[in-house]
């Protein structure tokens, strides 16, 4: 599952002169905890959270904080739409964020949180019983479907049955963890 498929594409932006009494505004009546600074193009410039509006700093002297271009944050940690809900994850959590923007060539597309990267864990476990069995009883590893048993529950698959040795015993586990919603894999396999 790529990020364009759980991201939110109803976007809500502000320009680098949008005050910060109406950016607040915009954060409280939209129930979100952030939104992206762009230009004219739909070029993220920087981002504001809510945090980023606590009234912790001080302008300069004759420089007042007033506008969304005094407290974005940048450079903006983005990700692309082709992007894996796994590179995803990983990304926000080295970086500590709670969202990023979704780029296509360079434009902004979407969002994507926290929130939005659990979808794939609410597929139903027949989903993803059938996408294991695709994955597995295709051509490419030589898998016998009457000589392997694929059951799943809670989002854990276990795997019981023969296979013909120990490669295809690593590559059948390795492509089970692969589809979208597996929590884990249980091997339960013996070699032939």
Request: glycine share 10%.
């Amino acid at each position: 599952m790529n990020v364009r498929d759980v991201m939110t594409t109803r976007l809500i932006t502000v320009t680098p002169q949008t005050r910060l009494k109406e950016l607040a505004g915009l954060l409280v009546r939209n129930r979100i905890g952030g939104v992206p600074v762009v230009d004219a193009e739909g070029h993220v410039l920087g981002i504001v959270s809510e945090s980023d509006l606590q009234p912790t700093r001080e302008g300069a002297p004759g420089r007042p904080i007033r506008t969304a271009e005094h407290v974005m944050t940048r450079p903006v940690i983005t990700l692309t739409e082709d992007d894996t809900v796994t590179q995803a994850a990983r990304v926000l959590q080295r970086h500590r964020i709670k969202r990023g923007p979704v780029l296509r060539q360079g434009v902004l597309v979407g969002m994507i949180t926290r929130g939005d990267l659990l979808r794939p864990y609410l597929r139903t476990d027949s989903e993803i019983r059938a996408d294991v069995e695709e994955s597995l009883f295709g051509d490419s590893i030589g898998l016998v479907a009457g000589r392997v048993d694929v059951r799943v529950e809670g989002g854990v698959v276990l795997l019981k049955g023969l296979v013909d040795g120990p490669r295809q015993r690593a590559l059948t586990v390795r492509l089970a963890r692969t589809v979208e919603g597996v929590i884990d894999v249980v091997d339960d396999l013996d070699v032939a």
